[in-house]
């Protein structure tokens, strides 16, 4: 079946270090990957998104490229600020073609704690 | 518009009692998940339903947990009875039919069973 591993954190960081959060996956077919961020007391948001391979998803300062060959989606972010501490979350979804039929069904990691610090 | 609707937002209670939790998904969603996220790990999908169809339950401790989505719209996720490793929080999320791929989640209901 489907799975993701990402590092585990918690990951602390001074204000505009550099962020890398890596992420590995296991699929069948051609998944769409994810990155999703649950910042304090709030829900999870969809942060960014690829949808096949070489795609480099983007968002607030955020990278990710999927990469098939490593079967990796890493998160990236130039220089981060005290608003990025949060969890965050790679995810895969279903094939395209299951998606269509019957919806989304995403696979989530175990979660990086990410804490910036002024 | 209005965003996924969880309730209640917290809830203690004592192992062998039951609890419910509801969820209105974002108008128009045909799509509706339940997920358990224990502290310290990713989401795991419970179950899936298109309108009020479940599309997939394989996850769902079938034993002790039920859900259900009558009319198509709002849904109950109930446990019956609670075990200490239920505590957790449900986060409910909704999608559009045909293949939207992004999930909205509401902010969840932290179960704690003592």
């Known amino acids: 079946g489907n799975s993701v591993t990402q590092m585990e954190g918690p990951v602390t960081l001074s204000e505009e270090a550099f962020l890398t959060i890596n992420c590995t996956y296991t699929?069948?077919?051609?998944?769409?990957l994810f990155w999703y961020v649950q910042y304090p007391g709030e829900g999870l948001q969809l942060l960014l998104k690829?949808?096949?391979?070489?795609d480099k998803g983007s968002n607030k300062g955020f990278e990710a490229t999927y990469r098939k060959e490593t079967t990796s989606f890493h998160l990236e972010k130039g220089s981060v600020q005290v608003s990025d501490s949060a969890v965050y979350f790679c995810?895969?979804?279903?094939?395209?073609?299951?998606?269509?039929?019957?919806?989304?069904?995403?696979?989530f990691g175990g979660g990086t704690r990410v804490l910036v610090k002024p | 518009e209005a965003g996924v609707a969880q309730s209640p937002r917290y809830k203690i209670i004592e192992k062998r009692q039951s609890v419910a939790f509801w969820c209105n998904p974002i108008?128009?969603?045909?799509?509706l998940y339940w997920y358990q996220q224990i502290l310290g790990q990713g989401p795991k999908l419970l179950i899936q339903?298109?309108?009020?169809?479940?599309?997939?339950d394989s996850q769902l401790p079938k034993d002790r947990f039920s859900a259900e989505r009558l009319k198509g719209v709002d849904s109950t996720l109930k446990i019956q009875p609670a075990k200490l490793e239920d505590s957790a929080v449900y986060l409910c999320?909704?999608?559009?039919?045909?293949?939207?791929?992004?999930?909205?989640f509401g902010s969840g209901t932290q179960l704690s069973v003592l």
């Open positions: 999320a909704s999608s559009r039919r045909g293949g939207d791929e992004k999930l909205f």
């Open positions: 690829a949808t096949k391979a070489d």
């Open positions: 699929a069948t077919g051609y998944p769409s």
């Open positions: 995810a895969l979804s279903e094939d395209l073609q299951m998606i269509k039929a019957a919806g989304n069904k995403l696979t």
């Open positions: 339903f298109q309108n009020n169809g479940v599309v997939d």
């Open positions: 108008s128009g969603h045909a799509t």
